[in-house]
């Protein structure tokens, strides 16, 4: 089945500062890869998502990119704020059903 | 759109006892998920129900969870009996339909505590 690995497992950055995730998968056959925003006590939200026809795609300050051959795909923030502090999975749609990665806190000091 | 609805918020039981998480999708969305989410790691799916059916719940402990969309629409996850490792959030999550790249909603959740 498909296996999703995530890093880093956290990361502090300053404010005005970039922030990268990375995200590797194992089924070359999922097709469909969503970035989840979870915030202390909450639910996971959509941010952005990623379809396996599309190699780049941006919204606002948020941006994911996929390389199908390297099977990885990496969710950009610019211009990081302090409330995009919070804990951020990606996942990837593998016959039928989301397989998520194990988060990645990140920290935003002002 | 009053979103993904699920009840309790939390629940407090002791080991042994039978608990059970009620959800309420969007309105439309056939797809329904029941997700795990341990502290510090990710959603792990239990269960996913297209309609009334359960498609896939090759993740489903049996032998204590149980699951039920009997109108294609609510859906409740039971426990019984609950062990101290069942502690955890409960997600659930809807979408249109599996087939295709459609993003899921998730719910609020219920956080489970076995004492």
């Known amino acids: 089945g498909e296996n999703v690995e995530q890093h880093p497992s956290t990361l502090s950055v300053q404010e005005g500062d970039s922030a990268v995730i990375k995200c590797t998968y194992s089924?070359?056959?999922?097709?469909?890869f969503p970035w989840y925003k979870q915030e202390l006590g909450k639910r996971p939200q959509l941010i952005i998502d990623?379809?396996?026809?599309?190699g780049e795609k941006k919204d606002q300050r948020i941006a994911v990119t996929l390389n199908k051959t390297a099977k990885h795909f990496s969710l950009h923030i610019t211009e990081t704020q302090p409330e995009d502090s919070a804990v951020y999975f990606c996942a990837a749609r593998s016959t039928d059903k989301l397989i998520f990665g194990t988060g990645t806190r990140l920290q935003v000091f002002p | 759109e009053a979103g993904v609805v699920q009840s309790p918020r939390y629940k407090i039981i002791e080991k042994k006892q039978p608990v059970a998480f009620w959800c309420n999708p969007i309105?439309?969305?056939?797809?329904l998920y029941w997700y795990r989410q341990n502290l510090g790691q990710g959603p792990e799916l239990l269960i996913r129900y297209e309609n009334e059916e359960a498609v896939d719940d090759s993740q489903l402990p049996k032998d204590r969870f149980s699951a039920e969309r009997l109108k294609g629409v609510d859906s409740t996850l039971k426990i019984q009996p609950a062990e101290l490792g069942d502690s955890a959030v409960y997600l659930c999550?809807?979408?249109?339909?599996?087939?295709?790249?459609?993003?899921?909603?998730f719910g609020s959740g219920t956080r489970l505590t076995v004492v």
């Open positions: 309105s439309g969305h056939n797809t």
């Open positions: 990623i379809r396996s026809n599309v």
């Open positions: 089924d070359s056959a999922s097709n469909y």
């Open positions: 999550a809807s979408s249109l339909g599996s087939q295709r790249s459609y993003g899921y909603t």
